[in-house]
């Protein structure tokens, strides 16, 4: 019998929220301003939950609100006004990492999710919660596939991991350099990711450790600490940028989705409120091709070509590289920094969509060629990737325009005036 899991995307605005219901999500995560661990980027205003909220429903897709920061004595009278404010919004969950905020969304009544902060390793932790009225948990990302399983076993409990995007270099993400560095907490969604930058190890006499790859020890020997004197080791691999010592590469579970599912995972989870429409788009898609592939019984037909595909697409966007994290060992490399094959130009702006024509005007401030790849985005819009097949100015067809001018490219789906219209490079084209 086939299994169904179901698909939770990010969103950090409107544009990313209808993204991830365009390409096939099942429900979508966002954050309250203040309240989440994304306080950096753009977030919903208490005056927006309920829009989200319609928005999604409209669209059969449930909707969480993230308020997993960590909670001072401080915070529990807005915390309190908040939790209301939820409930009358409509939303299908809130997802906290404190007991105190779990009291008090208990208190109002709305369904609550355990947070990936809880890290929560073990179906004990889950009795426990369930008696407090969680319906759901996010599973410390620490767990290998095998531990997944074997909790999953032993609770009725729906188990969420995540599949798909950043890792964080420390465990299940309560990290304290940002803090101690910027006094910028993490754990209250400040963090100002001080682990993406290149980093070097120098002991006091002066001498500098460079990482090179995985240590393993000669089998049946014990180190000989007696006489151990530190040296500098060179790079193994002289195109390899092994300076982001605490960048793990990101999670990408694409290849695994049957043994995720066969484990007993209900939910996959992908990573990205602070990511743009764009990577939403083609994260969720991807992952939604995958699954209904795997539902509807067809995985091993074409699956090293599907594959293959998928993580094409997923490289298009952000990215720094993929692994499997901790489903089947330690993250066994680190990352540089974005290593996606190709980059967004703001090059124009829609001015006008003509539906009986499927024709969109587009005021451009770059040049277009046909045969270049768009990216339109816009908060009802979502994010729409396409090949400029057809273009014309004063009812005549054209391979090209320069910029400062208005063209018509055929566009599909509809688009709306002030969505925003990107240009892909690939970012060989750009060095």
Sequence with gaps: MVKIVELLSPARDMASLTSAIKNGADSVYIGVQGYNMR????????????????????????LYICTNTTVKEGDLKE????????????????IVSDLGALNIAAQNQIPVHMSVQANISNSEALKILQKLGVSRVILSRENTLKEIKEIAKNTNMEIEVFVHGSMCVAISGRCFLSSHLYNRSANCGECLQPCRKEWKIISEDGEELIITGAYEPEPNKTPDK???KPQKTEFEDKTSDRTHILSPKDLCMLEYIPQLIEAGVK???????AKPADYVAT???VYREAINIYNNGMWNLQKQENIEKWEKDITKVFNRGFDTGFFYKTPNETSSSNQATSIKRDIGMIVNYYQKVEAAEIRLWENLELGEEIIIQGNKTGSIAMKVESMQVNGKNIEKISKGQNVAVHVKEKVRPNDAV?????KDETT
Excluded: Q, W
């Design 422 to 426: 990107y240009k892909r490079i690939i």
């Design 226 to 228: 007696t006489n151990f």
């Design 267 to 273: 939910v996959f989870k992908i990573e990205g409120r």
């Design 283 to 285: 994260v969720t898609r």
């Design 39 to 62: 306080a950096n980027v753009a977030n919903f205003s208490t005056n927006e939950l309920t829009k989200a909220v319609k928005t999604c429903h409209d669209a059969n897709v449930k």
């Design 79 to 94: 915390l309190r006004e908040l939790m209301p404010i939820i409930k009358s919004s409509g939303a299908d969950a809130v």
